[in-house]
């Protein structure tokens, strides 16, 4: 079993991988898209290289969702998640730490959710046994 | 000019693998500028081939369906040249076909010595996601590579 330490080492040879980042830039708060630099085919290769790398399944949608909110009034209102898109965010993205974006949930914040703190958690995630 | 840079397919196995080849000639239109006196395939070039035998093994995977794109060089090295004269052979290695997209590990080799390697992503542009600006039509796989997706077919019925 790897501790979170080697979990977050290796996500972070992953990320210099897909990413051509230099490793002192991947810390654990660093969002892929504002401080790595990944665009939208980046998550692609970013899936396929941490499933090399971790022996794991990443089905489609499940590490980064397309469309969690699909234009929903009830999810989303005036650019910003209701209470009840937050309820959605954390049964689609349970590996997700919402705390910061709770206190002012933005949509055009939610990109900032993705971390290389969320990748290490959602990898921690999938080599846990299930109870 | 003729945006396809391979001559045809010498060996195809579905989802796995794929070799071309592309005969570079002194008559070839862009050695009349690349370089006079130093007839030189230019590397992007090269890049471009190996991305059509990797795109084609790809979108050969699902049938022609998907529209395959170029999206992504994570990595690619050229250590070596190709001259007019040269016999260009690419191979492609499929290291994933998923939903959203595909890689391949590619080579590049003249007159069978290695000159360059390098990782291509593809994305599957379907048109759920961009109906309004792409239409139904597949533009990737069209008649124009007609004479290559047969040359393909043959290979896989003589297998």
């Known amino acids: 079993m790897l501790t979170q330490d080697e979990i977050f080492q290796k996500v972070s040879t992953t990320l210099v991988e897909a990413l051509n980042v230099d490793e002192t830039e991947v810390k654990p708060g660093a969002t892929l898209q504002g401080d790595l630099g990944a665009e939208s085919i980046d998550f692609l290769d970013i899936v396929f290289r ?3 790398e971790f022996g794991i399944k990443i089905p489609r949608g499940e590490l980064f969702p397309e469309s969690i909110f699909q234009g929903d009034p009830e999810l989303v209102q005036n650019g910003k998640v209701t209470a009840k898109g937050l309820d959605e965010l954390r049964a689609k993205m349970p590996f997700a730490d919402l705390t910061t974006f709770e206190t002012n949930p933005e949509l055009s914040r939610m990109g900032d959710l993705f971390t290389v703190e969320l990748i290490t958690r ?3 995630g999938k080599l846990t046994p299930d109870p | 000019m003729q945006w396809i840079w391979i001559d045809r397919f010498t060996e195809f196995r579905r989802g796995e693998f794929a070799r071309a080849v592309k005969e570079l000639s002194l ?9 006079p006196g130093y007839p030189v395939m230019p590397a992007a070039l090269m890049l471009e081939g190996l991305a059509q035998t990797g795109g084609m093994l790809v979108g050969e995977a ?4 998907e529209k395959v794109v170029l999206a ?19 191979e492609a290695t499929v290291l994933y ?9 590619g080579k590049v080799f003249a007159n069978g010595r290695e000159l360059g390697e390098a990782e291509l992503t593809f994305a599957h542009i379907d048109s759920a996601r961009m109906p309004q600006e792409l239409g ?6 069209t008649g124009r590579l007609k004479p290559l ?8 019925a003589a297998h």
């Open chain 2, 136 to 141: 139904d039509r597949n533009f990737v796989f």
């Open chain 1, 122 to 124: 959602y990898v921690q």
């Open chain 1, 50 to 52: 941490l499933e090399r």
């Open chain 2, 62 to 65: 699902n049938d022609y369906r």
């Open chain 2, 149 to 156: 997706m047969e040359s393909i077919a043959k290979l896989q």
């Open chain 2, 97 to 105: 076909v998923r939903e959203e997209g595909a890689a391949v590990g």
């Open chain 2, 72 to 90: 992504k060089i994570a990595k690619v090295k050229f250590h070596g040249e190709a001259l007019a004269g040269d016999e260009l052979t690419y």
């Open chain 2, 27 to 35: 008559t070839d239109e862009l050695f009349a500028d690349h370089f």
